[in-house]
């Protein structure tokens, strides 16, 4: 590294390109990005448990892959809750995230360890396993709609 300034510029783009310190050049970019990262989730999830439910043909490749997806996106919406961000955009977040952001981020983090589960279980190719792994998902997908979204 011979300047000085492109470690200081690599070093930016590495912390600024990480989904959990997510910055935004405005609210409403960040309500779109979480937005964004949960419809897609919510596709990936839908399958997944749509083959659990039986409503839609089991087709094992398509589960783990949705669920790996799934997984991956569970990662991304937390970063851009950023406080203040309940006005102006298409929100349903309720201010009451900032009052109790712990409480948020332990919901964020329970959902990352069950979508890890769900996604070691449609590995398996077993759709018995899949079963209690999607609705332990859907728990803590509603626990925290219930209390953080409008
Ligand atoms: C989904 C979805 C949700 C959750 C929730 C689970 O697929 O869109 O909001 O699961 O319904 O209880």
Redesign the pocket.
């Known amino acids: 590294m011979k300047h000085p300034l492109m470690l200081a510029t690599l070093i930016a783009i590495a912390t600024t390109s990480l989904p959990a310190t997510a910055q935004f050049a405005k609210p409403e970019d960040a309500i779109k990005y979480r937005q964004s990262a949960m419809f897609l989730m919510?596709q990936n999830?839908?399958r997944v448990?749509g083959m659990a439910q039986g409503k839609m043909p089991f087709d094992a490749k398509l589960a783990a892959d949705s669920a790996a997806n799934a997984e991956f996106l569970a990662r991304l919406p937390w970063g851009a809750y950023v406080e203040g961000t309940d006005k102006g955009g298409n929100t349903k977040v309720k201010a009451d995230i900032w009052k109790d952001k712990a409480k948020f981020m332990d919901y964020a983090d329970k959902l990352q360890l069950e979508m890890g589960k769900l996604s070691a279980a449609a590995k398996t190719g077993n759709v018995d396993a899949i079963k209690p792994a999607v609705g332990a998902v859907?728990?803590v997908?509603?626990s925290c709609?219930d209390a953080f979204r409008e």
Do not use: V
């Open positions: 919510m999830f839908g448990a859907g728990s997908c509603k709609h």
